[in-house]
């Protein structure tokens, strides 16, 4: 069973950076492929960024690019987002989401494991 546990959300101001992490557990291999959604209040939760869990071919939704980077360490099972240039508009809760597949799509169906979230606060 594939557990994800992530942190390092919390309240920041409009131009700020954060870094969140999500450590997985119970992954069984490494062709899988590793995601950040997120759900402001009242929307519908929406893909943020992915990448394969051996750390390539990162993706990212048009909103977070140049802005956002998905990174992966292998050593401490860990997939990253460093998020810099913060809005009020990145207001959410971020999940981190897997699937035991390289491919890397943005629908949250095709995601099979997830974290319970963290979250992040932007004031202007």
């Known amino acids: 069973q594939v557990q994800l546990v992530e942190s390092g959300g919390g309240l920041v101001r409009a131009g700020d950076s954060l870094r969140l992490s999500c450590v997985a557990s119970g992954l069984t291999s490494s062709s899988s492929a590793m995601a950040w959604f997120r759900q402001g209040p009242g929307k519908e939760r929406e893909f943020v960024a992915a990448i394969r869990w051996r750390g390539d071919s990162p993706y990212y939704a048009d909103s977070v690019k140049g802005r956002l980077t998905i990174s992966t360490d292998n050593a401490k099972n860990t997939v990253s987002l460093q998020m810099n240039s913060l809005k009020p508009e990145d207001t959410a809760v971020y999940y981190c989401?897997?699937?035991?597949?390289?491919?890397?799509?943005?629908?949250?169906?095709?995601?099979?494991?997830w974290g319970q979230g963290t979250q992040v606060t932007v004031s202007s």
């Open positions: 989401a897997s699937r035991p597949s390289m491919i890397i799509t943005t629908s949250t169906g095709d995601y099979d494991y």
